[in-house]
């Protein structure tokens, strides 16, 4: 039967699809058993407009989910004659804060989970490992003050009600979250609703799915004012300084993140926030991302600012080489988590962070040696084929020092006077002094070096293999001490040893370094690791100069930029004090100030 032009009985409804491109919307004539597919081919072929579809896909407001699989058709999607779907791209414009406060104006597929987001966008800007890190909101300082369960009543006035983050459920097409449906205005969020950024943004309304070039909206408006680029117009209040792009990077991503500005915008810092106790601590975690929803379904929407922060502390295989831009981003989130208070630490620790941080900012200007160069010395311009051929020759006759002077089967010894103590518990015992014998991964004490030459006893024997040995160095105080912890059958048993001097340590730490993975003073990694020891300790002799002099620098110091406020207001008639550490500190070689950040 036909009414008004159109079939009526046959099973067909009305469809109502906005297209965020173009803010047209288009009524289609469908089936429940026609597929998504099916219905956005049939959209493309009503707007007879030639341009590349294939990155729109629809979304769902009213649900809140995106329909991305194609073959299912509406039933099972349960869409109805009521519904209206918007046609819209799915790779979106996002503002993303790094961990070092600079703004980076980024592409992401607003489609894909958060974790599968924060890996493109990582693998853009060249940062290894991207499981560590993760997508959070903006918080404001009433997310601090108010369980977010009880935010909503404290904001109600404002007509500004965040969702609920600790009770929404991500659901399917089937089902919802009742707490989460008080009202049709209400967008499914699974984070605190993202603050206007300046006066002119609407109230209560969110930020508009797709704004296209005449728009009316307050971003893309704010910053196209004067006909400059995207993103960097004269009049934008809010973001008008640290803001990078990947396209006007062109490139140089890392040259361009693997160093940090020395002081942040004042916008960055002015909406930093500031816990005062463990318990608001505790309620900056509500600002994460679920890691199994889309961007889109926790009410982000184009050109919203999110923050990208390393989530998990466990960082793996930190390399200088490869990872210059997420060891800088390491550092800077640490640091201004440290001046935030978000890490609680003494005022000591706090003057020696704030030290060395002044020499870390020195020493960015200075000229660092390269990887390539100091490998390429290393190596001698040797081929891999050489390197390869050298490798087999020491592993079968030896390094030099296993060779004696005919015999290539002489097995090397390290022997010498050291001191040696192993705790008891309930006991008062001094370092005794032994004769000390290392050869084939066991040490063996005697009483004196007659004894040994005689045959006789030895007095203790240590087996290194699978013992662990840590450093215990104080060159101030010419202490040169190392830690062994050896596997027994009562666990772990600890022994001290006290060497005389630095080459003696450096020489028994190479050799019990390498006897606890079971290598032998044979292997041919021993001069190396004798010579990379007694280099990290020339590092920490104290210079006659300061290697790099702020005074001579003309620098001028901010405590603000360094120390946290707390501790600002307590040291504030005692500036002198923060000055004399870091001096104190800059009289120590930068570069193990810089390798132990590393570290």
């Known amino acids: 039967m036909m009414s008004n032009g159109q079939i009526v009985g046959d099973g067909s409804w009305n469809l109502r ?39 729109h896909a629809l979304w769902w407001p009213a649900k809140n989910r995106w329909l991305l699989r194609t073959r299912s058709t509406l039933d099972q999607c349960g869409v109805g004659a009521d ?20 703004y980076l104006d980024a592409t992401v597929d607003f489609s894909v989970k958060t974790f599968n987001a924060v890996v493109h966008l990582c693998r853009e800007l060249g940062v290894r490992h991207p499981e560590e890190l993760s997508f959070c909101k903006p918080l404001e300082p009433n997310h601090l003050k108010y369980n977010l369960k009880d935010l909503p009543r404290k904001r109600q006035e404002n007509g500004h009600v965040p969702a609920d983050t600790n009770t929404f459920v991500a659901g399917d097409s089937h089902s919802s979250n009742s707490s989460l449906e008080k009202s049709n205005s209400t967008p ?36 196209q004012t004067n006909g400059g680029p995207l993103f960097n ?33 004042p916008e960055a810092r002015s909406k930093l926030l500031r816990p005062k106790s463990l ?11 679920d890691s199994s929803l889309s961007i889109m379904e926790q009410g982000v929407r184009e050109y919203d600012t999110l923050c990208l922060r390393f989530k998990f502390y466990s960082f793996y295989d930190l390399n200088p080489k490869n990872d210059m831009v997420r060891i800088n981003q390491i550092y800077e989130q640490a640091r201004w988590q440290i001046i935030n208070e978000e890490i609680d630490c003494t005022e000591e620790e706090m003057l020696m962070f704030s030290a060395l941080q002044v020499q870390v900012n020195l020493q960015a200007g200075q000229k660092q040696p390269q990887y390539e160069d100091s490998l390429r010395e290393e190596n001698n311009d040797e081929d891999d084929i050489d390197a390869a051929l050298t490798d087999l020759q020491v592993t079968l006759e030896g390094s030099n020092i296993s060779r004696g002077p005919n015999d290539i089967t002489y097995v090397p010894e390290l022997s010498g006077y050291m001191r040696f103590l192993k705790p008891k ?22 009483r004196s070096r007659e004894d040994a030459n005689a045959g006789a006893q030895y007095s203790h024997l240590i087996n290194l293999r699978g013992c662990e040995v840590t450093p215990d160095v104080n060159i101030s105080q010419n202490k040169y001490g190392i830690r062994l912890e050896v596997p027994s059958a009562d666990g772990m048993s600890e022994m001290w040893i006290r060497c005389e001097n630095e080459e003696q340590y450096a020489k028994w730490m190479a050799a019990c370094r390498l006897a606890s993975k079971g290598r032998t003073l044979a292997d041919s990694s021993y001069d190396n690791e004798v010579k990379t020891i007694q280099a990290f300790l020339s590092m920490q002799h104290p210079a006659q100069a300061p290697a790099i002099n702020p005074a001579g620098l003309g620098l001028d110091i901010t405590p603000e930029d360094y120390v946290a406020p707390r501790y600002i207001r307590k040291l504030k008639s005692k500036v002198g004090n923060f000055l004399n550490k870091i001096n104190e500190i800059c009289k120590t070689k930068t570069t193990i100030l810089v390798l132990c950040l590393s570290e």
């Open 279 to 289: 318990v608001e601590r505790a309620r900056m975690n509500v600002a994460w991302l």
């Open 83 to 102: 519904a209206t779907l918007h046609f819209t791209p799915m790779k979106k414009k996002l503002r993303v804060q790094l961990p070092d406060l600079r």
């Open 17 to 55: 699809v906005f297209i965020t491109d173009f803010e047209m919307e288009r009524t289609l004539r469908v089936k429940g058993d026609l597929h998504i597919g099916g219905v956005m081919l049939k959209l493309v072929e009503e707007l007879e407009i030639t341009m590349d579809w294939s990155e």
């Open 188 to 223: 499914f969020l699974c984070a605190p609703v993202s603050p206007p950024r300046n006066n002119h943004s609407h109230s209560n309304a969110t930020t508009p799915i797709s704004s296209p070039l005449n728009t009316t909206g307050t971003w893309k408006r704010n910053n």
């Open 233 to 265: 117009g004269a009049n934008d209040s809010t973001f008008n300084t640290s803001v990078l792009s990947i396209e006007a990077l062109n490139g140089s991503i890392d040259s361009s993140l693997a160093s940090s500005p020395a002081h942040p915008s």
């Open 425 to 446: 518990r309930f006991t008062l015992k001094a370092f005794k002094r032994y004769w000390f014998t290392c050869r084939d991964l066991r040490l063996e004490l005697y």
